[in-house]
């Protein structure tokens, strides 16, 4: 039972670090803003990741092209990794290392915006898919643990929760990625 206790409790204290931590806060109203604002230019918002980070990737596009609260109009939101196809194609012809930025560079364009999730902010394929945004003129968004990794210099925004413990951050992640979700949903339909 103490386990149990000090595993939710160690998620709490992230959240709380979270909750004071008013660059994160104000970032993530920066990338609401930006989304909103892709949205409503008819661009699309295109998500990545790798293992739980491409779980979680899926599920919030699945919030955005699905529905959150309220019963409306998908919104045009997808997870690069969920054609297997492709993926196991392009991993086996080229290399896993250009599975995203493979396809952002065939189906991004200017004005899009590229979310990637990973708890190191180190993922090869999630970096290499954030200079071919760039290249693109693709907003990008990295979702990452406490130092940022490699996408920290690529990012346009930085959400890095404040941890190292994968479960943690990721934990973190999935809240954060529902509040953009929530507040993204009720200004663009409001």
């Known amino acids: 039972m103490e386990k149990i206790k000090n595993i939710v409790q160690s998620s709490i204290i992230v959240k709380q670090e979270i909750l004071q931590n008013e660059e994160l806060l104000q970032t993530l109203e920066a990338c609401i803003n930006v989304i909103v604002l892709a949205f409503k ?50 991993a086996n012809d080229y290399s896993y290392d250009v599975i995203y930025s493979r396809l952002i560079k065939g189906i991004g364009n200017k004005g899009d915006v590229l979310i990637g999730l990973s708890t190191s902010g180190n993922s090869k394929n999630i970096y290499n898919a954030f200079e071919t945004a760039k290249e693109k003129g693709i907003t990008t968004i990295a979702f990452t643990g406490k ?18 413990d994968t479960p943690r951050i990721q934990e973190s992640h999935i809240m954060l990625g529902h509040i953009i979700c929530q507040l993204v949903e009720a200004e663009y339909f409001r």
């Open 41 to 90: 230019n008819g661009n699309k918002v295109l998500f990545c990741g790798n293992g739980g980070s491409a779980a979680d990737a899926q599920h919030l596009a699945a919030e955005f092209s699905g529905r959150f609260y309220t019963d409306r109009d998908a919104l045009p939101a997808d997870a690069l990794h969920c054609n297997t196809s492709y993926l196991t194609a392009v």
């Open 147 to 164: 130092t940022g990794g490699t996408l920290k210099s690529l990012s346009d925004y930085l959400i890095n929760v404040p941890s190292t």
